[in-house]
């Protein structure tokens, strides 16, 4: 799944005394997924809430400059996908420092610990029970 992917969960609209889903009102490059709850719009990236709104603030047939609520949803999902790349590379940077860079292979650091410890078993309770 893309980090640019939005799914939007939508509720049937509340509109002349009728209570229907309007996929109308929410269109573009996004994936559409019905919901019960009456008047709800919630927009996810990768899993995670990012924009909630009631569908009837949302304008219908206008372009998305003159509607406030539309603006700021659109403000939300470009500022959440930086966030989303800035979070993969950096992900992406400490995964490739570890696996270049700390773990050990032959260009790497040799480890320098012995092949067998002979390690004391320690006194249980017991035998300290005795010497003291």
Known sequence: MSVRHVKI???????????????????????????????????????????RCNIQNLRFNTSY??????????HVVVESS?????????????NLIEEQILTR?????SDYWPGKLELRRFANCMDCKTCC
């Open 82 to 94: 930086k966030k989303f790349m800035r979070a993969v590379n950096y992900l992406w940077l400490w």
């Open 65 to 74: 400059e003159l509607d406030p609520v539309c603006q700021r949803a659109i």
């Open 9 to 51: 969960y939508y509720g049937p609209c509340d509109s002349f005394s009728t209570v229907v889903h309007k996929p109308q009102k929410l269109r573009g490059l996004v994936e559409l997924a019905p919901v019960e709850f009456v008047n709800f719009c919630m927009l996810e990236m990768c899993g995670h809430e990012v924009f």
């Open 105 to 109: 292979n032959k260009h790497g650091p």
